[in-house]
């Protein structure tokens, strides 16, 4: 019998059950698209809600307030959370279901993008923290950038992940998540920001290159 040992590629891309039960792992994988399809009329609603009640100009700066916040919490959440790594336990079993299978299998296109069972309880929570701090206008304009920045993540995840970009900032963008993931991955945990990693001192070297 002839054994056909796996590519590299497809072993990247085939990533095992999360959950013995079908339907739980099947609720695990989820199609890019689908915070798009979610989360943008969300974005637009919420802009535009805010922008009637406070003013266009007063919207885009909560807006821009809230993807700051965003892009922070992107950052913070990647690095605190995601790479929190027990070695054993419950708590590795955690890391694994949250991030460790994205690392060991990064070029899964169904498990690229938070499943809406985790992201909409998210971002009720920080929709909730925007209007209880700003109040219901504010808030509600802050939360539309906030929710933009989040989508603009997921999607530039993917778009790194599974096409050459041809633009420097593209280009950018993908070395610096490759690297994160092949080369070195404790640094270079801003993905749609990677400024951050620069304030914060997890920039990656850019004298290291393989």
């Known amino acids: 019998m002839q054994i056909t040992t796996p590519k590299r590629s497809e072993l990247l891309r085939a990533s095992p059950p ?3 039960s079908r339907w739980l792992d099947a609720l695990s994988r989820v199609h890019p698209a689908v915070p798009a399809v979610i989360f943008g009329p969300v974005t ?3 802009f535009v809600v805010g922008a009637d009640r406070l003013g266009v100009a007063n919207a885009i700066g909560a807006a821009l307030l ?3 916040v965003w892009t922070l919490t992107e950052y913070w959440l990647h690095r605190l959370v995601f790479h929190f790594e027990p070695e054993d336990g419950i708590g590795a079993r955690l890391h694994w279901i949250i991030h460790g299978v994205h690392h060991d299998h990064p070029n899964d296109p169904l ?3 938070m499943p809406p069972s985790v992201s909409v309880p998210l971002a009720t929570l920080f929709y909730v923290a925007f209007v209880a701090v700003l109040g219901p206008d504010w808030g509600l304009a802050a939360f539309s950038g906030f929710i933009g920045g989040y989508l603009f993540y997921d999607m ?10 041809r633009s420097r900032l593209g280009r950018r963008l993908r070395e ?10 404790t640094a ?6 990677p400024w951050w990693d620069r304030v914060f001192g997890t920039a990656l070297d850019p004298r290291r290159r393989g």
């Open 156 to 165: 530039t995840h993917y778009y790194v992940h599974h096409h050459s970009p």
């Open 111 to 113: 498990r690229l993008v």
């Open 44 to 46: 637009a609603v919420t």
């Open 66 to 68: 809230g993807y700051v």
């Open 176 to 185: 610096l998540h490759m690297r994160h993931h092949f080369q070195d991955d």
């Open 188 to 193: 270079g945990y801003g993905v749609s920001a």
């Open 18 to 20: 999360m959950f013995r």
